[in-house]
């Protein structure tokens, strides 16, 4: 561990960093660093890339044989971490089929249309990454999922079906907290950057993350 001694300048705390550590990152003087919260107790300072703020995109050809093929696109796409994915298609798109989409799109949290004709459909990744650490979102699941153990069981015992469907519904929000979850941890899982951000090991902590929810998921879907 290497303890810096916080110092106030003009109103602001200051906290030196490690020069072996900014020659083996290339941060010299003048050079701008990014500092992110990861938890209450925790920050990380990181050098900014090159390439960082260059969003990532895929296009996704409509129409195809079955709508379900360019919906496993769209999803795809979200859960390997594309910031903008545009849906093109040769022909105008279906009242039917766009209402579909519009369905799917409202299952990825942070997905948004930022651009819509009637042949296509811009999507947009829109949430701020630094706050999507896996241990957030894996907390909050839990927070649902034991708030829908309780209203089961008093569900079950008061045989009122109000409280039931109100868990039926956050079962719905549930799956897209996994969604989010598969999203952040793929990243990770491909960026070593992105994993040191989080404070992960890409290989094991991630797929610990990925597999924790997905037993908390089973979990829930069990009672």
């Known amino acids: 561990m290497n303890a810096r001694k916080v110092l106030e ?13 900014a020659k083996r990152n290339g941060v010299s003087k003048g050079d701008t660093v990014v500092v992110e919260e990861l938890s209450e107790r925790r920050l990380v300072v990181r050098p900014i890339e090159k390439t960082e703020g260059a969003p990532k995109e895929v296009e996704v050809e409509y129409p195809r044989e079955d709508l379900t093929y360019v919906i496993n696109d769209v999803t795809g796409a979200y859960l390997f971490g594309y910031d903008i994915i545009r849906v093109q298609g040769r022909t105008v798109m ?10 799917t799109i409202g299952r990825l949290i942070g997905l948004e249309i930022i651009d819509e004709d009637s042949k296509k459909m811009t999507l947009q ?5 630094a706050g ?7 907390k909050r699941m839990m927070g649902i999922i034991e708030g829908m153990i309780k209203d089961t069981r008093d569900g079950v015992s008061t045989r ?23 999203r952040a941890v793929r990243t990770a899982a491909m960026d070593q950057e992105v994993a040191k951000r989080y404070a992960l090991t890409p290989a094991r902590e991630c797929r610990g993350h990925h597999r924790g929810a997905l037993e908390e998921t089973r979990g829930g879907a069990s009672l």
């Open 160 to 182: 009122d079906p109000k409280v039931l469907a109100l868990v039926a519904e956050r079962d719905d929000e549930l799956d897209r907290l996994y969604f989010l979850l598969v």
């Open 9 to 21: 300048m003009g109103g602001s705390f200051l906290v030196s960093i490690p020069r072996d550590w």
């Open 125 to 129: 990744f829109l949430l701020e990454p």
């Open 94 to 103: 279906t009242r039917e089929d766009r209402e579909r989409l519009k369905s």
């Open 132 to 138: 999507l650490t896996p241990e957030r979102i894996a």
